[in-house]
C-alpha cells in the first residue's frame, strides 16, 4: 500500500518533468522550422530557463527520497514498475550531479554554436566554428566527469545515446563490417552499372510535398497526431502525440526529400508507437537512439528501396509526375532510386557507402577524447580518414568537418547509432521476412500492416524495458551483427552492380 | 549602492518571469497555427504546467521582499525606475492575492464555458451558456475583491485591460462618441452611393500571401523578427525579437485577409518598438489594451485606407490581380476599401459603424456589473442595444450576445479598449499629419517612414511610462478625445458617401 502510493507519487513527477520537457522540445522544433533569425538570442535564453526550470523538477530532494523508499522496497513492485524505477534512478542521479549552472551553460553554448555553424558552413569558415566545438568538448569531458565517467568520457558519451554500447564493443562490430564493406562497396562503384539519375531534375515542389505525406501517410504514420514541415536538416521531433517530422523539397532532387520523408516517418512512428499512457517513464521511451535509427532506417531502406514497395507507388509517382517522368523505364528508375555513388555529404549518400562516413565520425571522435586529436586538427585528419574509406578528398570544410549540424549541439556519440541502427534494421527485416514470406507481396498490394504491426509488438511497445543488445536478442533470437546488414547490401545491390 | 543592487535583482526577477511567459506564448501561438488534432490535450497539460511554473516565479516570497526593501529606499531610484517597481508590485500583488484555487477555478471554468459557448452559440442556445456566464460575473466579482477593488468590480476589470480607465470616464467619452456617431453612421448608411463589392472573388491565395507580407514589410514590420501565418481567427502575439502574427485567406475575401495583415502588422510593429534591453520590465510593456489597439487600428484605417497608400499599391495591386482587377476602376476600388454597411457580427463590421457594437457592449457589460441587468436578460437588452445603435435587430442570438468569444473567458471590461483604440488612432494621426504635412503624398510615393518614426518615438519608446490618457496628453498635447475620431470618420466618409 505504501509502497504502491510512493510508486504512483514517483509516476506523477516523472509525468510532471516530461511535460516540461516536451515543452522544451516545441522550442527546437520551432526554432529550426520557424524562428525568424533575430529571435536567435532570444531563443537561447528561452532554451536556458527551460532547461533550468527541468532541471529543477528533475532534481528535486523529494524525488530522491521517494526513489530511495522504492528501492529500499521493491518487493511489491511488479517488473515494469522496476524498469521504471530504475530508469528514474539513472536519469535523477544525472539531473542531480550537473550543476544548474552547467546545464545552462551547456544549453546556451548549444544554441550559439548551432547558428555559429549555420553561419560557418557554407563560409567553410571551420576557424569562425572551432570554437565552440572546443567548448564543448570540454564541456563533454566535465559532464562525464560529473556523472562517475571521468576516465572514459567517449564511453559515456555513447551510453548517453545507446545504454549498454560502448567504444571498445562498437570498435569490434565496426571492425568486423568495415573489413567485408570496404571492399563490397568499392566492388560496387568500380561496376559498369552506372544508374541514371540526369532526369531527377524539375520535380515540381508541391506535388513533391504532397506525395511525401501520401507515401508516410500509407506506410502507417498518423497525421492527426503529428506533422511534416520543411527545416534546412531534416528531423523528427516531438513524442506521443505530437510529432514532428521535417524534410526539405528540392526540384532537382525529388528522392532526396521523398526517402528523408520516410525516414523521419520511420522515426515518428515509432514515437507514435510507445505506449502514451505510460508517457514520462522508461515504458514509453525508445531503447535508445540506435534502436531509434534501426525504424528509419528499415523503412527507408529495406522497405522504401524494395521492388514490392517500388511496385505498388511507381504508377502513382507516373500520376503524379507524368511530365517529369514519362520516358523514364521501371528499370531505370528502380535503379535511380538504389542509385550508388560515393559522396563526400554524409546525408546524400547512398546506404552501401553511408555506413563508411559512420565509421569516419567514430574513429575521430573516439580519438577526440583520447586526446589523440586536437580540435584545431580535425579538418586535416577528416580530410585524410575521407581519402581512405571513400576514396573522395573534401576540397572545403563545408564538404567535410562542417557538414554535420550534431557536433554543434554536443552530441557526441551520436553518429555510431545510424551505423548500428543499420545492423539492428537488416537484422529484424530478416527475422520479420522470416515470419512474412509474403511480406513483398503484400508490399505490392500497398499493404504495409505486417511490418509496422511487427514492429509495433516487438520494438515499439517494449518501451526501454531492454537495452538495443538485449532488444536485438529479444526481437532476433541473436546477438547484434553486422553479418545481416552485408547480406542484405549484397542481396539488394549484388544483382543490380555486380 | 544597496538600492542598485536591489533594482538589479528586481530587474533580473522580472526578466526571467518574462522569459517563462515567452515561451509559454509560443505555445499559444503553436496551437493556433500548427498543433495537430491528437495533440489537443498534450498542449493543455503543457498551458496548465508553465501557468503554474510563471505563478510560482511572479509568487516568490523573494519578490516581494525585494519590492519592500525598494519602496522602503526610493530615494536613489530615478523616474524609470519607479515606474518599473510600480508595475512589479500591481503584477506582484496579483500573483500573490488571487487564491491558487480561485486561479484554478476561474481556469477550469473558462475552459467549460468556452466549449459551452462553442456549442451553443450555432444553436442560438443561449440557455446553455447562461450558467457559465452566470459563474463568469461572480468569479470576477470575486477576483475585485481580492484586489482591494470590491465596491467596483467593474473597474477593476477595466483597469486590467487600460490602467489609468474607469467606467465612468468611459461612459463619458462613448456618450460624447454616441451622440455625433450615431447620425453620421445613419447618413452614410442611408446614403444612395452603394459600394460595389461583387468583383472581390476568387483571387489567388498564394498572391494574397506574397502580397500582405509585401505590403506589411514595405509599411515597416521588420521580419527578421517575425513572422506571418495563418490562423482561423487573425491574431498577434509574441514580443520584442520574435513576433508571430497570423491572418487568413480566401480566395473570395481578398480585402479581409490584407487589412487582417495591416493590423497584425500594426501590433507586431508597437512591440518591436518597445525597448528590448528592458523586457519584462514596464519600460518594454505596451501601456494598455487601448494603446495597442490604437496602433493596429491607426495602421489599418488611418494609413491603409488613404488615399495616399491606394495610390502607391493600386498599380501593384493590379499588377499582381491583373484577370481579378481588369475591367475595375480605381474609383470602384478605392469605394470597395471604405465599403460602408451595418452588420450585426462586430468582427465583420466596416470602421463607421464597427465602434456602436462597442458602445452596445459597454452599456450590457456596465449595468451587468451594476447589478441593472441579469444574465439571463441579456439576449433581450442586446436585442433593444442593436436595434436603437445600429438600426439591425438579429433574429437569434448567434448573431447577437453570443456572436464574440470574449465573455467564455471572463474577459469582461476589454471592448471597450477597441474604442478606446479607435480615438486614440485619430487623435494620434491628426498630430501627425499636423507635424508632417507631406504625409500622404509621401506614402503615394511608397515612404511610411514618418509614421513609424513618430509613433517609434511618442508611443512605442516610452512602453508603460504613462497609462493612455497620459500617452494622449503628451503625444498630442490635448486630452483625450472623440472629437478626432468623428472628424476623421467625416472627413473619409462624408465625400465618398454624403
Redesign the interface.
Known amino acids: 500500500m505504501k509502497t504502491a502510493d510512493a510508486y504512483s507519487r514517483l509516476v506523477a513527477r516523472l509525468k ?1 518533468i516530461h ?2 520537457y ?2 522544451a522540445d ?2 527546437v522544433w ?1 526554432e529550426q522550422v ?6 536567435a ?3 537561447a ?2 532554451n536556458a ?2 532547461a533550468e ?1 527541468q532541471h529543477r523538477e528533475a532534481s528535486d530532494p523529494v524525488l530522491g527520497e521517494l526513489l530511495g523508499e522504492l528501492e529500499a522496497d521493491q518487493g511489491p513492485l511488479d517488473g515494469d514498475q522496476r524498469v521504471v524505477l530504475r530508469q528514474a534512478r539513472r536519469d535523477y542521479d544525472r539531473a542531480v550531479r550537473l550543476p544548474a549552472e552547467f546545464v545552462r551553460e551547456k544549453a546556451e553554448l548549444s544554441s550559439r554554436a548551432f547558428h555559429a555553424w549555420a553561419e560557418a558552413r557554407p563560409r567553410s569558415d571551420f576557424a569562425a566554428f572551432a570554437p565552440h566545438l572546443e567548448r564543448h568538448v570540454e564541456l563533454a569531458r566535465r559532464e562525464a566527469g560529473y556523472l562517475g565517467w571521468g576516465e572514459r568520457p567517449y564511453d559515456y558519451l555513447i551510453d548517453q545515446h545507446d545504454p549498454g554500447m560502448s567504444a571498445e564493443l562498437i570498435g569490434r562490430l565496426f571492425g568486423r563490417l568495415k573489413e567485408e564493406l570496404v571492399p563490397f562497396a568499392h566492388a560496387v562503384v568500380a561496376s559498369p552499372v552506372k544508374p541514371d539519375t540526369a532526369f531527377l531534375r524539375g520535380f515540381d515542389v508541391e506535388a513533391q510535398r504532397k506525395l511525401a505525406l501520401e507515401v508516410t501517410a500509407a506506410l502507417g504514420f ?6 511534416l514541415d520543411v527545416s534546412l536538416h531534416p528531423f523528427c521531433s516531438g513524442t ?4 514532428r517530422m521535417t524534410t526539405r523539397f528540392d526540384a532537382d532532387n525529388p528522392l532526396d526529400s521523398l526517402f528523408s520523408a520516410i525516414h523521419e516517418s520511420g522515426h515518428g512512428m515509432y514515437e507514435q508507437g510507445l505506449p502514451e499512457e505510460h508517457a514520462g517513464t522508461a515504458l514509453a521511451m525508445a531503447a535508445g537512439m540506435g534502436a531509434h535509427e534501426s525504424q528509419s532506417r528499415l523503412w527507408e531502406n529495406q522497405v522504401a528501396r524494395s521492388r514490392g514497395f517500388w511496385s505498388h507507388f511507381e504508377p502513382r509517382l507516373r500520376e503524379v509526375f507524368r511530365r517529369e517522368l514519362g520516358w523514364i523505364s521501371s528499370e531505370s528508375l528502380y535503379l535511380a532510386v538504389n542509385a550508388v555513388a560515393p559522396t563526400l555529404i554524409r546525408v546524400d549518400s547512398d546506404e552501401v557507402t553511408y555506413n563508411l562516413h559512420i565509421l569516419l565520425r567514430f574513429e575521430l571522435e573516439r580519438r577526440l577524447f583520447s586526446g589523440d586529436l586536437a580540435v584545431q586538427d580535425l579538418p586535416r585528419a577528416w580530410k585524410q580518414a575521407s581519402k581512405d574509406l571513400l576514396g573522395l578528398e573534401p576540397e572545403s570544410d563545408r564538404e567535410g568537418v562542417l557538414q554535420d549540424v550534431h557536433w554543434s549541439g554536443g552530441a557526441f556519440g551520436y553518429f555510431p547509432s545510424y551505423c548500428i541502427g543499420n545492423m539492428l534494421a537488416a537484422q529484424l527485416w530478416y527475422k520479420l521476412v522470416d515470419q512474412h514470406p509474403d511480406l513483398e507481396a503484400r508490399f505490392a498490394e500497398g499493404d504495409f500492416t505486417q511490418v509496422l504491426g511487427w514492429l509495433r509488438r516487438e520494438v515499439h511497445a517494449q518501451g526501454r524495458r531492454y537495452d538495443v543488445l538485449e532488444l536485438t536478442r529479444r526481437a532476433t533470437g541473436a546477438e547484434l551483427s553486422p553479418e545481416p546488414l552485408m547480406r542484405y547490401l549484397r542481396e539488394r545491390y549484388g544483382p543490380l552492380y555486380l
Chains 1, 2 share one sequence.
Request: aromatic share 4%.
Open positions: 510532471r511535460t516540461i516536451t515543452v516545441v522550442l520551432d520557424n524562428l525568424p533569425p533575430g529571435g538570442d532570444r531563443r535564453e528561452q530557463v527551460m526550470l498518423d497525421y492527426r497526431r503529428g506533422r506521443g502525440p505530437d510529432i
